[in-house]
Nanobody
Framework: QVQLVESGGGLVNVEGSLRLSCTAS????????MGWFRQAPGKEREFVAN????????DYADSVKGRFTISRDNAKNTLFLQMNSLKSEDTAVYYC???????????????WGQGTQVTVSS
C-alpha cells in the first residue's frame, strides 16, 4: 500500500520547463514500477511515461519523447518528471501512479496521487 503526493505543477510559458515530483509514503517505493499520466479537461487520462523499479528502463509517449524525462530516487521515495520545451498541449492535471508491472494502460497501476495542475500558456 502506497500513498502518493504530487507537487511541482504550476503556470509556465510555452517552451518553458517544470519539474514535477511525486513522493511516496513508506519504504516500499522501490518495489514498484512508476508512471506519470495526465488528463486534460474533457479528455481521457493518457499515458506520459513510466519507469521500472530499478530506474534502468523507461518508456515515453510519442507526444513527450525527447522533451520529458522520468527518473526516480528510491532512497528518497521520490519520482520525478522533468518537463522541457513545454507546449500548450501539455496543459493537464498530471498524476503519478505505482504498480507491479511496467505498462502503459492506467488500469495496470494500483496507486494514484491526486494530481498536480500544469498550465502552459502561449
Amino acid at each position: 500500500q502506497v500513498q502518493l503526493v504530487e507537487s511541482g505543477g504550476g503556470l509556465v510559458n510555452v517552451e518553458g520547463s517544470l519539474r514535477l515530483s511525486c513522493t511516496a509514503s513508506g519504504r516500499a517505493f522501490s518495489r514498484y514500477n512508476m508512471g506519470w499520466f495526465r488528463q486534460a479537461p474533457g479528455k481521457e487520462r493518457e499515458f506520459v511515461a513510466n519507469i521500472n523499479w530499478i530506474g534502468s528502463s523507461t518508456d515515453y509517449a510519442d507526444s513527450v519523447k525527447g522533451r520529458f524525462t522520468i527518473s526516480r530516487d528510491n532512497a528518497k521515495n521520490t519520482l520525478f518528471l522533468q518537463m522541457n520545451s513545454l507546449k500548450s498541449e501539455d496543459t493537464a492535471v498530471y498524476y503519478c501512479a505505482a504498480g507491479l508491472r511496467m505498462e502503459r494502460p492506467a488500469d495496470e497501476y494500483d496507486y494514484w496521487g491526486q494530481g498536480t495542475q500544469v498550465t502552459v500558456s502561449s
